[in-house]
């Protein structure tokens, strides 16, 4: 073939391009004939996948982790601050009671807990409990009068005796008020009296776990035990008692445990009678807490009270390092003891 000459194509050259580019189109169409038809099965097939991750994940969410149960442990430092304070007021188990609860972590010690004492004015708390129960209950409301019987007005705080005549209806509300408020003797007598002495002392025990003994339905003694209990079940339902810790906030005229506590609410009851010395109560501090401090025979009693429960205060507060009470001297005295023990038992 000499250079430069054009050829011309075959006249069968074009046809066999239009055969194979029919051939190709009809593979095509074929090609996408089936991805139609496998498209929509691996699309519901994709969905479904997708429908049962998004299902699980939705379950997996919808289930909450269980809560983190505390279990209440005994709180050793506490048990060293104590053991300070016993040793700072000569305390022993003839003359001192004592409870504590930090409600948070459910830290406790206890001293002596199990032991009865006379109760003095402690008692009225759970006696107020008790009517406040019942006017929930439907059985009283704050003006249902009742009845001041003879027999009970009796000296001390509060004014029920001199705005009230024997065979007067006190409204509840009064009664309540002052029996807590100001520790009035005449009013508590007059509830008391209202549904019998070992009656009430009766309905009262529903407030604690104790195995209480017959003296507590005839005389007016309580333990450290009794007193936690009543403490807790008021903390657990204080909504039913908003207006009895109320009072308890009021309670005292800022002495005892709440002489030195300036800054927290501190619902407590006192009581002293012939030497006995008490006070228990809620200290709403950002970790609340229950204590009790009862005491027999100690000097000065009322600020020996409010001194420890600042201590208590400064404790929870963490402004408290309770190693610190003891000399350095008698904690290398502990050590080496404790050195010695340990060789000796090696």
Same mark, same amino acid.
């Given at each position: 073939?000499?250079?430069?000459?054009?050829?011309?194509?075959?006249?069968?050259?074009?046809?066999?391009?239009?055969?194979?580019?029919?051939?190709?189109?009809?593979?095509?169409?074929?090609?996408?004939?089936?991805?139609?038809?496998?498209?929509?099965?691996?699309?519901?097939?994709?969905?479904?996948?997708?429908?049962?991750?998004?299902?699980?994940?939705?379950?997996?969410?919808?289930?909450?982790?269980?809560?983190?149960?505390?279990?209440?442990?005994?709180?050793?430092?506490?048990?060293?601050?104590?053991?300070?304070?016993?040793? &700072? /007021?000569?305390?022993?188990?003839?003359?001192?009671? =004592?409870?504590?609860? +930090? *409600?948070?972590?459910?830290?406790? $010690? #206890?001293?002596?807990?199990?032991?009865?004492?006379?109760?003095?004015?402690?008692?009225?708390?759970?006696?107020?409990?008790?009517?406040?129960?019942?006017?929930?209950?439907?059985?009283?409301?704050?003006?249902?009068?009742?009845?001041?019987?003879?027999?009970?007005?009796?000296?001390?705080?509060?004014?029920?005796?001199?705005?009230?005549?024997?065979?007067?209806?006190?409204?509840?509300?009064?009664?309540?008020?002052?029996?807590?408020?100001?520790?009035?003797?005449?009013?508590?007598?007059?509830?008391?009296?209202?549904?019998?002495?070992?009656?009430?002392?009766?309905?009262?025990? &529903? /407030?604690?776990?104790?195995?209480?003994?017959?003296? =507590?339905?005839?005389? +007016? *003694?309580?333990?450290?035990?009794? $007193? #936690?209990?009543?403490?807790?079940?008021?903390?657990?339902?204080?909504?039913?008692?908003?207006?009895?810790?109320?009072?308890?906030?009021?309670?005292?005229?800022?002495?005892?445990?709440?002489?030195?506590?300036?800054?927290?609410?501190?619902?407590?009851?006192?009581?002293?009678?012939?030497?006995?010395?008490?006070?228990?109560?809620?200290?709403?501090?950002?970790k609340p807490y229950l204590v009790?401090?009862?005491?027999?025979?100690?000097?000065?009693?009322?600020?020996?009270?409010?001194?420890?429960s600042k201590d208590i205060l400064?404790?929870?507060?963490?402004?408290?390092?309770?190693?610190?009470?003891?000399?350095?001297?008698?904690?290398?005295?502990?050590?080496?003891?404790?050195?010695?023990?340990?060789?000796?038992?090696?």
């Amino acid at each position: 073939m000499s250079k430069g000459k054009h050829v011309k194509p075959s006249p069968y050259s074009k046809p066999k391009f239009k055969k194979s580019l029919l051939f190709v189109l009809l593979s095509l169409a074929l090609l996408c004939i089936a991805f139609d038809i496998l498209t929509p099965a691996t699309d519901t097939k994709s969905i479904a996948s997708t429908n049962e991750q998004e299902n699980v994940s939705t379950s997996e969410a919808s289930v909450e982790p269980e809560p983190v149960v505390i279990e209440p442990s005994k709180d050793e430092n506490m048990e060293l601050l104590i053991k300070y304070e016993m040793e &700072k /007021y000569n305390f022993n188990e003839n003359n001192f009671y =004592f409870f504590f609860y +930090n *409600i948070s972590d459910k830290k406790y $010690y #206890f001293y002596n807990e199990n032991t009865y004492f006379t109760a003095a004015s402690t008692i009225k708390v759970p006696v107020a409990m008790y009517y406040y129960d019942e006017i929930n209950s439907g059985n009283y409301t704050l003006d249902t009068g009742i009845l001041y019987a003879s027999g009970c007005y009796e000296a001390g705080g509060g004014n029920i005796g001199s705005l009230y005549s024997v065979g007067d209806k006190v409204p509840l509300k009064n009664l309540l008020e002052q029996v807590i408020v100001n520790s009035d003797n005449t009013a508590i007598n007059i509830l008391m009296a209202n549904l019998g002495y070992s009656n009430v002392k009766k309905a009262i025990t &529903k /407030y604690s776990d104790e195995t209480i003994p017959d003296d =507590f339905y005839t005389s +007016n *003694i309580a333990s450290a035990s009794f $007193y #936690f209990d009543v403490m807790n079940y008021l903390y657990e339902h204080q909504n039913e008692y908003t207006t009895l810790i109320d009072h308890m906030k009021k309670s005292s005229m800022g002495k005892y445990l709440k002489e030195y506590i300036t800054d927290y609410d501190v619902a407590h009851k006192y009581g002293s009678y012939s030497g006995y010395v008490h006070d228990y109560g809620i200290v709403f501090t950002e970790k609340p807490y229950l204590v009790g401090i009862f005491t027999k025979g100690i000097p000065n009693s009322d600020e020996v009270i409010a001194k420890i429960s600042k201590d208590i205060l400064d404790y929870n507060l963490g402004n408290l390092d309770v190693n610190s009470l003891f000399p350095e001297e008698e904690n290398n005295n502990t050590l080496n003891t404790t050195n010695s023990t340990a060789n000796t038992n090696s």
